[in-house]
């Protein structure tokens, strides 16, 4: 069966295009077109059952939601709980992240649950079955190629993490030497058998595996920085290279290609390592974590990343890792998914109001229609958070009325409806409710 990639290159229109186009509000020759040319992916394994989404260049930001078990944290049920959490929260995506034990019954689980895109890490199952020095190029494709039987859409690989790659972090200093896990495992590996990364060894093969069902190749960092001095060092930039390389030979395969950036960069670089990756790799989509802009605030770092995924989602970024509370700190529990979901998707429509995304700013001037006609239902329909907004408004002495505590009778929009328009409160109402029908498919498109 052909990919999406090789349809698109046929002139195919295939219906998940048309789900996306539709979603999106372009045209279905306008996501061929994307595909086509690899700036526009379709993670969507053919053995997963869900509502395609695109992620990529004229289309809005996407958010993924990372979770999982561990060796120290281990509880099925709220994983799952967390799962239906985050994409009633309007993920895009899920990543199974879990280690330990029972990954294979874990996983299973979660992609029955999924119903958006689903990543995972396989290194870190070999890791886990395993040791983590200990594990062999025959077990990693064999868990590769099991996962990809089972469903996953997207794989983080950590192929730029070579010989080359890690002498030339090695040769440069760093704060914080390797953070990422996976990046990690695959350093460690190579520098004690000497060996060079079979992801990279044999990329061939890995596109083989991946192309027979349609999975989508995420390009790992795992050489990222993991603290703000360490941003775009010789490391990070030495495996960004790599990625170009190899997005090139797995487009030339069939398979669709994203490319994971940095976690921490300072606000000032972020624009320039966004346009950097999209240069050096061929306008693949761009997937980062936060990015997160200060090093010094754990406990907030949803905050921290919200800032930084903003910006780089209006400079071009195209998916944004959700970064929790608890990132630094522990497993999220159930309200840091729901909060880092939250701030995330702040970030991701910031910045595709920022690039001008179609109809995200409709949702912006829809909001503001209704807070003109003090019509509260209308705002809450329209919130990022619902549940929220309405619990902070009716929990409070202003319940039920057309003001809020804030100004009370000084409410602003309240006095100019009535002094500077007297008709206007009533015109207000008229134009919020006539309009009701089309903000609540303006919000629906914008996953509220």
């Known amino acids: 069966m052909a990919t999406q990639i090789e349809r698109a ?7 998940e295009m048309r789900v996306v186009a539709s979603d999106e509000g372009v045209t279905p020759e306008m996501i061929r077109d994307g595909v ?28 993924n939601a990372n979770l999982g078990a561990s060796s120290l944290h281990n509880f099925m049920t709220e994983e799952i709980e967390k799962v239906r959490i985050a ?14 034990r029972d990954l294979d019954e874990i996983r299973v689980a979660v992609i029955k649950e999924c119903s958006v895109i689903l990543g995972t890490v396989p290194i870190y199952q070999v890791a886990s079955e395993e040791t983590i020095l200990k594990w062999s190029a025959k077990e990693l494709f064999a868990a590769i190629e099991k996962q990809a039987r089972q469903g996953v859409d997207f794989m983080t690989l950590h192929c730029g993490v070579t010989k080359d790659t ?55 960092d795992g050489l990222r ?49 966004i346009h950097l990756e999209k240069r050096l790799c061929d306008g693949a989509p761009f997937y980062v974590l936060g990015p997160l802009t200060t090093d010094v605030a754990p406990g907030y770092d949803h905050i921290t990343g919200a800032i930084g995924g903003a910006i780089a989602a209006a400079a071009g970024a195209d998916f944004l890792c959700y970064v929790t509370p608890a990132e630094h700190l522990r497993l999220p529990d159930k309200q840091d998914v729901l909060d880092g979901v939250i701030a995330t998707r702040i970030a991701a429509h910031s910045g595709d109001i920022g690039k001008k995304v179609p109809r ?59 002094t500077h328009r007297p008709e206007s409160v009533t015109a207000a109402q008229d134009v919020a409710g006539k309009r009701a029908a089309t903000d609540l498919e303006i919000a629906s498109s914008a996953n509220v």
């Open 87 to 100: 994409i009633r929260a309007g993920a895009h995506s899920i990543m199974d992240l879990s280690t330990g």
């Open 36 to 63: 086509s040319r690899g700036h526009i992916v379709i993670p969507k394994n053919v053995r997963h059952e869900f509502r395609a989404i695109g992620v990529g260049t004229g289309i809005s930001t996407k958010v």
């Open 360 to 418: 995200a700013r409709d949702w912006d001037d829809a909001m503001s229609r209704y807070r003109k006609a003090l019509d509260w239902p209308g705002m809450y329909r329209l919130a990022m958070d619902p549940d929220k907004a309405r619990k902070y408004k009716e929990g409070s002495e202003a319940a039920g009325k057309a003001v809020c505590t804030m100004c009370g009778s000084l409410c602003s929009i309240n006095i100019d409806n009535h």
């Open 225 to 273: 920085p993991g603290a703000l001095a360490d941003a775009n060092d010789r490391g990070q930039l030495a495996e960004m290279l790599v990625l170009g390389e190899l997005t090139k030979r797995a487009r030339e395969k069939g398979c669709q290609v994203m490319i994971e950036g940095p976690g921490h960069v300072p606000i000032d670089q972020i624009e320039a390592v």
């Open 9 to 15: 290159r046929k002139g195919e229109i295939t219906n």
């Open 166 to 220: 890690v002498r030339m972090l090695r040769n440069h200093s760093r704060v914080e030497g390797i953070v990422s896990r996976g990046g990690s495992i695959h350093a460690a590996w190579i520098e004690r058998t000497g060996n060079e990364n079979p992801l990279y060894e044999h990329f061939d093969e890995l596109c083989d595996i991946l192309r027979e069902y349609d999975v989508t190749f995420s390009l790992g």
